[in-house]
């Protein structure tokens, strides 16, 4: 299948956003500190309005990363059959997500007993809710999404295709208002799962009834997007005004309502884009740069932490030390992922731990392959 240009270089500009958010979290959070806890104003903080731009204009990468996979998941027939699916999507989502999370779950361990990590009761307990490091809850959510999607594909071909556009619109303004009206507690949860459902199918239909390509059009719908998630900057840096943490409102999470329209936007507008340069390469290691950069990130801040003190990160200016950071980390992420995939590429040779997995827990084919 030939490739297109505009979504590998939105998966790549996503991975980059994915890292500035984890990123400037750290910059966020500090600040938020120091206010609500150490009596400090605003003013008193570092480039306050670049930490909050900064996080809220990456905000769209998740939902483009799920709004990807549903435009080309749901455009193939063939995933309707589920054995197919499942034995594929285990062997491409389900292996590297146990693989890393074994990896983080040993990676913390140490942690737990030097005091520069969360406690080992904590940790179980991150684990149980699919959490063993903060970023690896989007592949506990996505599982649940594959779970589905051969479900969604069916439906989809049961009625018409204006119809199931009309559905996933409305899905995913459901998913808007229930993400603000429940306690969200478990990653795997298949409410979660649901919830992403819209974007997921949103994602097809976009891609499905976009038209010509456009770059101009294109151009100014990524522009709105943007100013969408503006507006959610400036909530957010009232927010870090008045001390309270981005947990408590989620100002900038995947289902704001700000963040919604600003993610279908954007991804419009990505449709639209006619590239003609290939970024095949760069944008097969997204995936790997996701699981793998969080690990990068806590690394570099606790040596920060174990050298300089824990809140030293926060007191270099965020408006430069963002961007550098995010810079690092998806380099170095970017070597690792090469790095992985050579390694698993001559530890799996033929696939055979792949097969041998995908055989154990019973989603082998016919040919005995996860194709």
Known sequence: MKREGNYDLLRIISAVAVVMIHVSSIWFDGAIESISKSGLSVTDIQSPYWICIYG?????AVPCFVMLSGAFILENE???EYKRFYSKSFAKIGIPAIIFSVVYIFYSIPGC????ERGIVTLLKSII???PMYHMWYLYMLVGV???APVVLRFKNSISEKSFQKVAFIFCIWACISYWTQTRKLSWDMGQSFEYLGYFMVGYCIRKMSGPKNNLKALLMILFGLLFELCAAGLQYQQMKAGISELRYGIVAPYCPLIVPASILIFYGFTLLDIKKEFTKLSGLTFYIYLIHAGVWDFICKLFWLIK?????TKLDGAVWILVFTIAVFIVSCLLSRLYLYLWGKLDKNRRITNCIVKVVGLQRETGRAD
């Open 56 to 60: 809220s204009l990456s905000s769209f």
């Open 113 to 116: 007993f030097f005091g520069v």
């Open 309 to 313: 003190g824990r809140d030293y990160p």
């Open 129 to 131: 809710k699919g959490v």
């Open 78 to 80: 063939k995933n309707i």
């Open 146 to 148: 594959y779970a589905l």
